[in-house]
């Protein structure tokens, strides 16, 4: 009994230390690679590493100047329901994600684009697309672990959106679980410093590392 009760403890710290350290990871993509993996609805199994990063890594994008008042507002508001939307998925809820995701969606479709320059316009249409995509498959399915998949695809365009139009109001944290889908990594936003996992909720819920500040 004793030696269970040790090897157990020893892998829960191997596990927790390799979540807390992380690896190298950077938050650089390649430079203006579009992603066209996002039409592929596959498991993160059935992914090699480095493809299924191209599908949840935000990549480093240009941080547009002089942005218009009103599209400040829509990208906080987005932001917001994002946010939502993660909370749901720390708290292992189902029924919460999925509401939150259709909020998302509707503002998403709602949108007329007003006050976006031509540049910013196809930069942003080229994530809201992906992003009305995921949020579609969130609603959808009420598996959490189908759930958590969209999402850390979903993270990576938001994140996008959020480098390229900033929100107006304070700092993000764009944070990073090395363990997240078979070891192969996990990403998404917070307002918060302080690590609260949506890919595992309670069974590692301070697994991961702020990787960097928005």
């Known amino acids: 009994m004793k030696n269970r009760f040790f090897y157990s403890a020893l892998a829960l710290s191997i596990s927790l230390a390799a979540c807390n350290s992380g690896s190298n990871e950077s938050t650089s993509g390649e ?11 596959v498991e993160p199994a059935a992914l090699s590493r480095e493809d299924h990063l191209k ?6 994008v240009e941080t547009f100047q002089g942005v218009a008042p009103q599209v400040q507002q829509h990208i906080s508001a987005l932001t917001g329901q994002y946010l939502k939307l993660k909370d749901a ?8 994600a999925n509401n939150a995701a259709a909020d998302m969606l509707a ?17 942003y249409e080229q994530r809201s697309s992906p992003m009305q995509e995921n949020l579609q498959q969130i609603v959808q399915n009420t598996e959490l672990s189908a759930q958590r998949n969209y999402f850390g695809r979903l993270s990576k ?3 996008e959106l959020v480098k390229g139009f900033g929100t107006g109001q304070g700092s993000l944290y764009y944070q990073y679980c090395p ?36």
């Open 31 to 41: 430079a203006g690679e579009l992603n066209t993996l996002h039409e592929q609805q």
């Open 55 to 60: 599908l949840v890594k935000a990549e480093e």
């Open 89 to 96: 998925l720390v708290a292992s809820n189902q029924e919460q």
């Open 107 to 123: 503002s998403l479709k709602a949108w007329k684009g007003d006050g976006l320059a031509d540049a910013q316009k196809e930069f």
């Open 157 to 159: 365009h938001t994140t």
């Open 179 to 214: 363990m997240a889908f078979d070891d192969k990594g996990g990403y998404w936003l917070s307002d918060s410093k302080e690590i609260r996992n949506p890919y595992y909720g309670d069974e590692m819920l301070t697994c991961g590392r702020v990787a960097q500040t928005l």
